[in-house]
């Protein structure tokens, strides 16, 4: 019988690439480490010869990302002495800061806008014992108030301004590369704040250098925060492609939206926190924005829980509805491998999922006639 350390988390995997010191106590659940799935039956259908993976980041604890950048946040948090962490939230941040700072016994504050986030994420952040704050006001509004209110209150912000949070999700680059051994051709995320499309940047920089260092391109991400500086790129870097919800979509616009809207609440933000670092980060890849409308968010998440078995929010199917474009009309071209970013769960947002399956839902009577009748017609 052969034993294997048990998996205890990103910050311990990847401790020397984290600004983490050997006393450091560690507020982790266990985050990262998430299945990186090759698609079987979608090229098939698309009819075109590529490597699509997705990188299913709603198995972490939370159901989604944001718990690769809570475990960093919370736990440097700790290490501050800080006794209470805010958040804006759409409502996965919410759900990951109110479960990490159960874990760490700290208290959370979450703003949320009202009647716009998903029941499940509510449902975390009312159980973890977060103080939830519904205001009458989009994510963009709760953002500012906490910028605001932090100056003037002790609590650490956990959105993704806080450097931490995107040292955390820097690695779930890491993991891509050691799994396929080298780094996609091209990497699909959905944007909102873009935090999460800059902290695969950073980490795909890092990887990319000679011994792990971090390149000078990439260090003003970082504000000081990583391990590494200097070395030259050596391994390949994908390109990087920020999908938005049309309605949500302030990277095409090429200027804020005031009121965004869409079925994908998660990436329903029109004033992006990391503006300056997105631009860059397509820059330096070489890769695009494009934008999804709602219709094929939900037709792409639809398409992916019927053919590969996989489930994801709303939100998250904007990496695939945006790569399945771009694969069948060229602009990635065949032969490439690609990654999608699967960013939340979809038991997440069960009301939108149970509305827009069209549902295979039959009632039919308790009778053995009735169920041979419904096998028959269900296999024809
Ligand atoms: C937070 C979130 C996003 C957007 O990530 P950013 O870092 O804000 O761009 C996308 N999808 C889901 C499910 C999220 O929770």
Same mark, same amino acid.
């Given at each position: *019988?052969?034993?294997?350390?048990?998996?205890?988390?990103? /910050?311990?995997?990847?401790?020397?690439?984290?600004? /983490?010191?050997?006393?450091?106590?560690?507020?982790?659940l266990g985050e990262g480490n998430t299945p990186l799935i090759r698609l079987s039956n979608i090229p098939r259908v698309i009819g075109k010869e590529v490597d699509i993976y997705v990188k299913y980041e709603g198995l972490n604890p939370t159901g989604s990302?944001?718990?690769?950048?809570?475990? *960093?946040?919370?736990?440097?948090?700790?290490?501050?002495?800080?006794?209470?962490?805010?958040?804006?939230?759409?409502?996965?941040?919410?759900?990951?800061?109110?479960?990490?700072?159960?874990?760490?016994?700290?208290?959370?504050?979450?703003?949320?806008?009202?009647?716009?986030?998903?029941?499940?994420?509510?449902?975390?952040?009312?159980?973890?014992?977060?103080?939830?704050?519904?205001?009458?006001?989009?994510?963009?509004?709760?953002?500012?108030?906490?910028?605001?209110?932090?100056?003037?209150?002790?609590?650490?912000?956990?959105?993704?301004?806080?450097?931490?949070?995107?040292?955390?999700?820097?690695?779930?680059?890491?993991?891509?590369?050691?799994?396929?051994?080298?780094?996609?051709?091209?990497?699909?995320?959905?944007?909102?704040?873009?935090?999460?499309?800059?902290?695969?940047?950073?980490?795909?920089?890092?990887?990319?250098?000679?011994?792990?260092?971090?390149?000078?391109?990439?260090?003003?991400?970082?504000?000081?925060?990583?391990?590494?500086?200097?070395?030259?790129?050596?391994?390949?870097?994908?390109?990087?492609?920020?999908?938005?919800?049309?309605?949500?979509?302030?990277?095409?616009?090429?200027?804020?939206?005031?009121?965004?809207?869409?079925?994908?609440?998660?990436?329903? /933000?029109?004033?992006?926190?990391?503006?300056?670092?997105?631009?860059?980060?397509?820059?330096e890849s070489g890769g695009w924005f494009d934008e999804c409308s709602d219709e094929e968010i939900l037709a792409a998440q639809k398409l992916l829980a019927e053919k590969e078995g996989v489930f994801c929010e709303p939100a998250s199917a904007t990496s695939?509805?945006?790569?399945?474009?771009?694969?069948?009309?060229?602009?990635?071209?065949?032969?490439?491998?690609?990654?999608?970013?699967?960013?939340?769960?979809?038991?997440?947002?069960?009301?939108?999922?149970?509305?827009?399956?069209?549902?295979?839902?039959?009632?039919?009577?308790?009778?053995?006639?009735?169920?041979?009748?419904?096998?028959?017609?269900?296999?024809?």
């Amino acid at each position: *019988m052969h034993f294997r350390p048990r998996y205890t988390g990103l /910050i311990e995997r990847y401790r020397d690439r984290l600004p /983490i010191h050997d006393d450091t106590r560690i507020i982790s659940l266990g985050e990262g480490n998430t299945p990186l799935i090759r698609l079987s039956n979608i090229p098939r259908v698309i009819g075109k010869e590529v490597d699509i993976y997705v990188k299913y980041e709603g198995l972490n604890p939370t159901g989604s990302f944001k718990d690769r950048g809570m475990t *960093m946040a919370v736990t440097k948090a700790v290490e501050a002495g800080s006794r209470a962490i805010i958040c804006a939230s759409t409502g996965n941040t919410s759900a990951a800061a109110a479960a990490y700072a159960a874990r760490a016994g700290i208290t959370a504050f979450v703003l949320i806008p009202e009647g716009k986030i998903a029941m499940g994420k509510l449902a975390q952040a009312m159980m973890h014992g977060s103080i939830v704050l519904q205001i009458r006001g989009n994510f963009d509004a709760g953002m500012q108030l906490v910028k605001d209110v932090a100056e003037q209150a002790p609590v650490t912000i956990v959105n993704s301004i806080n450097p931490f949070r995107l040292q955390g999700q820097k690695t779930a680059a890491f993991e891509i590369v050691e799994e396929l051994g080298r780094a996609p051709d091209y990497h699909c995320l959905p944007v909102g704040n873009a935090g999460n499309i800059t902290a695969h940047w950073i980490g795909y920089c890092e990887y990319s250098s000679a011994s792990g260092d971090h390149v000078t391109a990439a260090c003003s991400y970082c504000n000081g925060h990583c391990a590494y500086a200097g070395g030259a790129v050596v391994g390949n870097r994908p390109k990087m492609i920020g999908y938005q919800a049309a309605g949500s979509a302030p990277f095409m616009r090429g200027a804020m939206v005031d009121n965004p809207e869409t079925v994908a609440t998660a990436i329903r /933000i029109g004033h992006p926190q990391s503006w300056e670092q997105a631009w860059k980060v397509k820059e330096e890849s070489g890769g695009w924005f494009d934008e999804c409308s709602d219709e094929e968010i939900l037709a792409a998440q639809k398409l992916l829980a019927e053919k590969e078995g996989v489930f994801c929010e709303p939100a998250s199917a904007t990496s695939l509805a945006g790569a399945l474009r771009d694969v069948k009309n060229g602009k990635i071209p065949e032969g490439s491998s690609i990654v999608c970013t699967l960013t939340g769960h979809g038991l997440k947002d069960p009301d939108t999922a149970i509305q827009q399956s069209g549902g295979n839902v039959h009632t039919i009577d308790a009778s053995l006639d009735a169920v041979r009748k419904a096998i028959l017609d269900g296999m024809a």
